[in-house]
């Protein structure tokens, strides 16, 4: 992951899986929203499980750049059979990748055998990813004093809202507002680790006093003074700002085209099914009175009276 393809390309997967979370979101609030109940994850018609199986790929991809792939010598030990200083940020990436092959892994087993905890804890795998992911930035073998280590720090803050919607949806399954920040904070970190890619790897967009260098094998930004690393960490935060509310533009524009899109559908059914409840309404209030009035007749009768004698 420490580099610009490292950074791009789980970017990218990360915008796609979010976006098509939020998309999913609001078109079943939109189409449902007094029954509406949140979905960790959402079935394709021709492939049920696609979103999971592009998950479990992705991370399988990512394993294996980082441990076998990526490094010189094609596996992340050293001849001892220990694990080198310039390998540790590869495994903590790769615990990442983990994480979520375990989520989407069981995610289909649980909807396999129709578990009555399915949708609870698919949420709590979900989680737990992110807490994972959250983890390992946190603890990065990485700088985090220089340029990088802010960029990471900007992307905890999203991680970190991502893992508290995931474990507010346990409890919560039926708030709309959860699920879509969630699907909102998947799809910024995607956005995040592109602008990553670019801004740490790109020698162009490398702000002013600062450069590449080659760390044992890995290329990292220094700056040249503390004043230089003072200005790129503000314009890191700068940057971050444009992004939320840009982010938050799109997001709620999406919202509002798609509810405009399908509530017409929701109106008209909602009328036709109050028509509905109106007439049944109805006929039980006329058939209890004929059942009554029946009734009536039949006391009648048993007590010796006509049906002609009732009607003089």
Known sequence: MGSFIGHVLPGMAFFILGLWHLFNHIKLYSLRPNSYISSPWFPTTKLRYLELYL??????????????????????????????????????????????FVY?????????ISAEAQRGLTHILGALAFGQQLLMFHLHSTDHKGLEGQYHLLLQNIVAISLTTALMGIGLPKSF???????????????????????????????????????????????????????????????????????????????MAMVETYSKNVKYSSLAEEFEEIHEETSDVESLKKNKFEDSKSLLVERGFAPFDMER
């Open 177 to 255: 507002l959860v699920s879509f920040v969630r699907s909102l904070c998947i799809l910024f970190q995607g956005v995040w680790f592109v602008v990553m890619g670019f801004m740490l790897w790109t020698p162009g967009l490398i702000p002013k006093g600062c450069s590449l260098y080659n760390d044992d094998g890995h290329k990292i930004v220094r700056c040249t003074s503390e004043e230089a690393l003072h200005r790129a960490k503000s314009l890191a935060n700068i940057q971050f700002g444009w992004f939320v509310i840009g982010i938050t533009i799109f997001a709620i524009t999406l919202y």
């Open 104 to 112: 989407a892994t069981f995610a289909i087993l649980l909807d396999k």
């Open 55 to 100: 998950i479990m790929l992705g991370s399988s991809i990512s394993i294996s750049m980082e441990l076998f792939i990526g490094p010189q010598k094609h596996h992340p030990f050293d001849v001892d059979g220990t694990i080198p200083s310039n390998h540790l940020r590869n495994f903590e990436h790769s615990l990442i990748s983990m994480s979520f």
